[in-house]
């Protein structure tokens, strides 16, 4: 199974903050890398998918970037209901694979 | 609305066995790819079972592979998931979710809870 390793597993910022967080995969998975967005109790929502395409509804202040093995996510002008936990996901192979989570908490 | 709504979970003692099940409602389901995806409590996410269309292929992850058997009724617009010989590390929230032809899972369930304790 591919490995996703994402990093920090948390950070901690204040509003209008940018933060970056990564995801490296264990072999090269092309563009199949999608983020996700987790709040306490909830479902997962998908962000980003295919590094870079924003889903319908999804703030500008989100993007990605990467290929390859090395992907990135960024906020922008971070907001209050931004703070959550982030998820990478890797499509290129079954089975779909996370990576560990990165938890966005006030600072 | 495009909409799944998972149910079945519960308390089971370990050993024991439970079904879970998810209706999909809003979008053409014999058409999508199907996962159960797990969370223990403070967990990461773990895909647990993926079913393609019309059942052809299906992945179980090594954790309970033999214990759990997904399938699907298209007809009834239904995804299941058999659980047998449940183990204390089952314990999590299941969820599940259609998998997009661009390989993210983008419409997720509410998800159900399995507890299995004695």
């Known amino acids: 199974d591919i490995q996703l390793t994402q990093t920090p597993s948390s950070v901690s910022a204040s509003v209008g903050d940018k933060v970056t967080i990564t995801c490296r995969a264990s072999e090269g998975i092309y563009s199949w890398l999608a983020w996700y967005q987790q709040k306490p109790g909830k479902a997962p929502n998908v962000l980003i998918y295919a590094v870079t395409y924003l889903q319908t509804g999804v703030p500008s202040r989100f993007s990605g970037s990467g290929y390859g093995t090395n992907f990135t996510l960024t906020i922008n002008n971070l907001q209050s209901e931004d703070f959550a936990t982030y998820f990478c996901?890797?499509?290129?192979?079954?089975?779909?694979?996370f990576g560990g989570g990165t938890k966005v908490e006030l600072k | 609305e495009v909409q799944l709504v998972e149910s079945g979970g519960g308390l089971v003692k370990p050993g024991g066995s439970l079904s879970l099940t998810c209706a999909a409602s809003g979008f053409s389901f014999g058409s999508y790819l199907m996962t159960w995806v797990r969370q223990a409590p403070g967990k990461a996410l773990e895909a647990v079972s993926t079913?393609?269309?019309?059942?052809?292929?299906?992945y179980y992850a090594d954790s309970v592979r033999g214990r759990f058997t997904i399938s699907r009724d298209d007809d009834k617009n239904s995804l299941s998931l058999h659980m047998n010989s449940l183990r204390h590390d089952d314990t999590a929230v299941y969820y599940c979710?259609?998998?997009?032809?661009?390989?993210?899972?983008?419409?997720w369930g509410q998800g159900t809870t399995v507890t299995v304790s004695s």
């Open positions: 979710a259609r998998q997009h032809r661009s390989r993210n899972l983008d419409v």
């Open positions: 079913i393609n269309t019309g059942s052809t292929y299906i």
């Open positions: 996901q890797q499509g290129n192979s079954f089975p779909v694979t």
